[in-house]
Nanobody
């Protein structure tokens, strides 16, 4: 399994922006589809966004479509989540995760094989 480390979380005002990064430990990063999943207090994990191995395909939850952008740099073994127009309901711990194929399963959190430790994003109103 690949090891993943997220960074970039923090406290931001509503309407603001944050970019999360997730660095992978190994050089086979391009063999993984990558996803972002979030979990708010008292709620289940929720799919946010995903990107295919070479970055040609992406998927987004309806709640973030048009506000969040997922991207990756395989040369740097890193996936990013640019979050704009943040809302208080975006407050959560954000996790990056890895799996093999990019298919409909990228929208199901328990279909990922490797996880980072998470980074907190708090959006104040």
């Amino acid at each position: 399994q690949v090891q993943l480390v997220e960074s970039g979380g923090g406290v931001v005002q509503a309407g603001g922006s944050v970019r999360l990064s997730c660095a992978a430990s190994e050089g086979t990063f391009s063999s993984y589809s990558m996803g972002w999943v979030r979990q708010a207090p008292g709620k289940e994990r929720e799919f946010v966004a995903a990107i295919s191995k070479l970055g040609f395909s992406t998927a987004y939850a309806d709640s973030v479509k048009g506000r969040f952008t997922v991207s990756r740099d395989n040369a740097k073994n890193t996936v990013y989540l640019q979050m704009n127009s943040l809302k208080p309901e975006d407050t959560a711990v954000y996790y990056c995760a890895a799996r093999g194929f990019f298919n409909n399963n990228v929208r199901t959190p328990n279909k990922y094989d490797s996880w980072g430790q998470g980074t907190q994003v708090t959006v104040s109103s």
